[in-house]
């Protein structure tokens, strides 16, 4: 059966850092796509950012861009989300997918077929 499951969420102060880590398991062949979306109170569920399992390239939303980093660990099936110089706008629940497919954007929320939980981020003083 296949799952994602997240960790590494928390409770930090503005300017923080965290890293969420995302487990991929159950898949006969790894997903193209892995990617991170969060859905802060008010707000539409949101992509982060995305990593292309095969090639490593990555990809983020301008509001993250220089503070987040993607990043996998193939032999652990596990991607990361390092993420800095956190602010309270961050804040939010964020999920782990993962495609199959890689046609069309990579910020396409329906495109993915796998989710996990989420892990709850809060960043406040």
């Known amino acids: 059966q296949v799952s994602l499951t997240e960790s590494g969420g928390g409770s930090v102060q503005p300017g923080g850092s965290l890293r969420l880590s995302c487990v991929a398991s159950?898949?006969?062949?790894?997903?193209?796509?892995v990617a991170w979306f969060r859905r802060s109170p008010g707000k539409r569920r949101e992509g982060v950012g995305s990593i292309y399992t095969q090639s490593g390239a990555t990809y983020y939303a301008d509001s993250v861009k220089g503070r987040f980093t993607l990043s996998q660990d193939s032999a652990k099936n596990t991607v990361y989300l390092q993420m800095q110089d956190l602010k309270p706008e961050d804040s939010g629940m964020y999920y782990c997918?993962?495609?199959?497919?890689?046609?069309?954007?990579?910020?396409?929320?329906?495109?993915?077929?796998?989710w996990g939980p989420g892990t709850q981020v809060n960043v406040s003083s």
């Open positions: 997918a993962a495609r199959v497919g890689s046609g069309g954007s990579w910020t396409y929320e329906y495109a993915y077929s796998y």
């Open positions: 159950g898949f006969d062949f790894p997903p193209v796509i």
